[in-house]
């Protein structure tokens, strides 16, 4: 099948640059030989900040084309450097944060209605979603948590009060016979479930895995973070 996608291609995308040498020097040499090497791009995915800007973050995005005169930035994100005549606009500062604020708020709310969790959305938001899987590191991810955790249990109540509030968001989903990241998902909810039922730990340190990850959810998710 991949043999004759490549007859019927005009080109093909390796997506990473590792992946493009290695399908050019080894299972698709011979086809590299046949059609020459400009028949094999490497371009990597990107984003549309249509899409991921101006559908998701409106209020993000009208903030900078106030700024920038209109929306003509969405077409070219070369003009966004435009926006560090701003740096030190104590309005737009204000307003950036405003909005950051607003969409973290929107996505605890989420996590409340999903999961039952109320999560303190002037927290430190740390979060990982990506495809769950033995080299994207979630494991370490939630082994770093526990070492929170752990640490958090050994300071005092007045050591505690100092340290900068964190919820730690995973999401993201496996493939149905992957045994391990399955696994990985367990293991995080059990963490969840012993450091969101701490009341000793309270918001200093809450674990949340969203369920049923998508593209809209991403949406809610990612745009908190700008």
Known sequence: ?????IIGSHKVNG???????????????????????????????????????HQANPRLSELIASKLGGLDYLKDLTLLHKLEAYVDDDDFRTEWMEIKYANKVRLAQHIKATTGLIVNPKALFDI????????KRQQMNIFGVIHRYLTLKGMSAEARKKVLPRVSIFGGK?????????????????????????????????????????????????????
């Open 1 to 5: 099948m991949a043999y004759l996608a």
């Open 15 to 53: 997506v990473a640059e590792l992946h493009s040498d290695l399908i050019k020097s080894t299972i698709f040499k011979d086809f590299v030989a046949i059609y020459g090497p400009d028949k094999f791009t490497n371009v990597t995915n990107g984003i549309t900040p249509r899409r991921w800007l």
């Open 128 to 135: 990982q979603v990506k495809r769950i899987h033995k080299y």
């Open 174 to 226: 496996a493939a149905p016979g992957y045994w391990m990241a399955k696994t990985i998902i367990h293991l995080i909810n059990c963490v969840a479930k012993v450091v969101n039922g701490d009341a000793e730990i309270g918001d200093r340190l809450k674990v949340v895995f969203l369920e049923d990850y998508n593209v809209s959810l991403a949406e809610i998710i990612t745009y908190q973070l700008k």
